[in-house]
């Protein structure tokens, strides 16, 4: 009875030693093992492992990728513009043993880098241009900065992998001053396009006026031109016709002139019958010859009527 308790309590400290003895390392971590504090060996690849127990113990580092987020500073552009620059960083624990013996700790080490990388950022953007930082040379600019930390960084065992800049804007004040000064500017600029717009209308607008005009006149110089054209040819076609029959030619001025005067209207001619414009009423032949009448003299059968003279 009493060699089975003791084969049991013998079984029970050999199951501790061992368990307090073994460790396993997996393949997101690396290992150091310590004896009283100081760095015995650093065990970076996966597996099982055992250390001596209560004499060595184990402390275990991240071996990933690990992010440094960088909490909002101000840094002075070379134009003396101030930014307010929102960065990260990434990095990984190359030396594990220089890593423990510098900064002990992840979070120690988040902070020793922290500086670094702020005082980076500062001293690279403190050589470029406002314009530099925020287009035209962003990539080169964090490409230094991280150069930059990684000489300062050599130090604490870590390799910087990648340093980024968020956004870099103006503060709050500044950027309201910016943007009332470039609407100021904009306006400005559309007032100048907006009086050049008016000034080529105006421009635009007295030419086509010119040429319209020219062009009317041209136009009212042609009808005229060819009005008088007609009018001549018209007179020399009734000049020619009045010429072959000049009889027939009073007879058919006479008859127009007696369809204008006697249509219906407010106009009242007051005329002798035996006046010279009705003389085709008395002379059914139509020769234009009035026939006797006693006491009066014949009327001459030749003249035009004096509608034809209208």
Do not use: C, H, W
Not at 184 to 197: H, K
Request: glycine share 6%.
């Amino acid at each position: 009875m009493r060699g089975g308790i003791i084969g049991l309590v013998v079984a029970a400290v050999l199951a501790v030693l061992g368990y307090s003895s073994a460790y396993v390392v997996y393949p997101t971590d690396q290992a150091i093992v310590l004896q009283f504090g100081e760095v015995r060996r650093a065990v970076t690849q996966p597996g099982l492992y055992f250390k001596i127990p209560f004499i060595q113990n184990v402390v275990f580092l991240d071996k990933r990728v690990l992010d440094l987020e960088l909490p909002e500073l101000e840094a002075i552009a070379s134009d003396q513009k101030r930014l307010v620059v929102d960065a990260f960083a990434r990095y990984r624990i190359e030396n594990p043993v220089l890593f423990y013996q510098t900064v002990n700790s992840i979070p120690e080490g988040n902070r020793r880098l922290s500086t670094f990388v702020q005082s980076s950022i500062r001293s690279v953007l403190a050589d470029a241009t406002f314009q530099a930082v925020v287009r035209d040379s962003r990539p080169e600019l964090m490409e230094r900065i991280r150069q930059e930390v990684e000489r300062r960084a050599q130090g604490l065992g870590v390799s910087v992998v990648d340093v980024r800049i968020r956004r870099a804007d103006l503060p709050e004040a500044n950027s309201q001053a910016i943007f009332r000064r470039m609407q100021t500017e904009r306006e400005r600029e559309a007032t100048e396009i907006r009086a050049q717009g008016e000034e080529a209308a105006r421009r635009i607008r007295a030419q086509a006026d010119r040429q319209a005009t020219v062009i009317i006149a041209d136009a009212n110089r042609t009808g005229e031109e060819t009005r008088g054209q007609g009018d001549a040819q018209r007179s020399a076609i009734f000049a020619e016709a009045f010429s072959k029959d000049p009889s027939f030619f009073a007879f058919f001025r006479s008859m127009q002139a007696y369809e204008d005067s006697l249509k219906s209207g407010e106009t009242r001619l007051v005329l002798s019958p035996s006046s010279e414009f009705f003389r085709f009423f008395d002379n059914p032949a139509g020769n234009g010859v009035r026939p006797a009448t006693p006491g009066l003299a014949p009327a001459p059968a030749s003249g035009p009527a004096p509608a034809a003279q209208e």
